[in-house]
Every structure is written in C-alpha cells, then in structure tokens.
T-cell receptor, first 110, second 112 residues
Framework: GESVGLHLPTLSVQEGDNSIINCAYS??????FIWYKQESGKGPQFIID?????DKRQGQRVTVLLNKTVKHLSLQIAATQPGDSAVYFC?????????FGKGTMLLVSP | DAGVIQSPRHEVTEMGQEVTLRCKPI?????LFWYRQTMMRGLELLIY????????DSGMPEDRFSAKMPNASFSTLKIQPSEPRDSAVYFC??????????FGPGTRLTVL
C-alpha cells in the first residue's frame, strides 16, 4: 500500500549562495530557541541558540533571527557549502524539554 | 569529551524478542532524554530523567517500553516484546540543566 511519510520542506541552493531556513514556533511564552543540524545517519547536532531577550545572534557563518511578534525564527547560512547539506530543526524550550519542528532539508549543489 | 555514547548502533531482531538500548550521557549532565525518530512521526520525546529520576514518561508508546537510569552515567531503554512498528532510530540526549541537549549517534532498530 501507499506509505505516507513526513514530507519535509526542501531548500535547494547553489554552493556559495546564502541560505535562509524558516521556522514558526507555537508557544509565545517560550524564552529559548535552538537550531539543530542533522546529517544523514547521525544525531541532531547543536548549531546555535538564542534567548527571547535577543532579536539576533551570530555564529560562524550562521545567524539566527527571532521575531517574537509573529513567533518566527530563521537560520541564515552564509556562503553555503556542500557540507551544509542536512536536515535543520528548530526547537523551542519548555520547562525542561524541547519541542522540535518538523525540519527543513537543505540541499547544496556544487 | 566523548559526547553521548549509544550502543548498539544497529540492531536487527525478530518480532517478539526483547531489545535493550544503552546510553552513556556526557559526564556532569543531569538531564537525560530518550527520543524516537521515524519518517512518519519525526522526532518524538519518549521519556526524560533528571538526576536519574524519571520525570515525564508520557511519550512512552505503551507498556512494552520501559526505561531505567540506575546511575548518572548509564541509562537503558527496553522494548519487550518488540514489534515491527517499533522500527525506528532511537536517540539519547543529555543536557546540563534544562537547556541545550546534546544527542548521541542513535541506534537504528529494525524489527522483522
């Protein structure tokens, strides 16, 4: 029979382009957010985090933007490389746990 | 730092058999989480511990699943009896305080 799977949104970019991955979160009271990267066959890997008292935080080639008004997070990757190809998850922190989004698959072509 | 260690990395078993997955958290971390990831349902939290005590097991699918944390450096997730629908990748994660979680490499379970 036909199987119904989790259809991940996919972003396809060329090497060297900038990538923007978006995420909507659900709880307006959440005060801590994290982006994870999951490569094929591996566990999710921490990339960058941001607290709700900030609008923007920069890391190495990555920037996270937080818009609390519309409950929206974005991850910007500068000069995307083939090694950035992975599934990216945003997560919002509850009292002790994280709620993960469905994920976005990033495909980088050389 | 070795990170979170999980074993085995792959497990293939037959329906009805008992399966035990193992996890060693990062030293010093006081929270430990067990997740299951499938294409159908994504990443699901099964249970988490704080200071070796189970805090929330509402994500455990049924009584066939059980988890223990006998000490700060070891946890097990057991499925007995296993069923084909349990096939998934099981992740263990740990954190220092209820913030950033660090994941292990996962155990890919296939139940035939």
């Amino acid at each position: 029979g036909e199987s119904v799977g989790l259809h991940l949104p996919t972003l396809s970019v060329q090497e060297g382009d900038n990538s923007i991955i978006n995420c909507a979160y659900s709880n307006s009271a959440s005060d801590y957010f994290i982006w994870y990267k999951q490569e094929s066959g591996k566990g999710p890997q921490f990339i960058i985090d941001i607290r709700s008292n900030m609008d923007k935080r920069q890391g190495q080639r990555v920037t996270v933007l937080l818009n609390k008004t519309v409950k929206h997070l974005s991850l910007q990757i500068a000069a995307t490389q083939p090694g950035d190809s992975a599934v990216y998850f945003c997560a919002e922190a509850g009292y002790s746990t994280l709620t993960f989004g469905k994920g976005t698959m990033l495909l980088v072509s050389p | 730092d070795a990170g979170v260690i999980q074993s085995p990395r792959h497990e293939v078993t037959e329906m009805g058999q008992e399966v035990t997955l193992r996890c060693k958290p990062i030293s010093g971390h006081d929270y430990l989480f067990w997740y299951r990831q499938t294409m159908m349902r994504g990443l699901e939290l099964l249970i988490y511990f704080n200071n070796n005590v189970p805090i929330d097991d509402s994500g455990m699918p049924e009584d066939r699943f059980s988890a223990k944390m006998p000490n700060a450096s070891f946890s097990t997730l057991k499925i007995q009896p296993s069923e084909p629908r349990d096939s998934a990748v099981y992740f263990c994660a740990s954190s220092l305080g209820p913030d950033t979680q660090y994941f292990g490499p996962g155990t890919r379970l296939t139940v035939l």
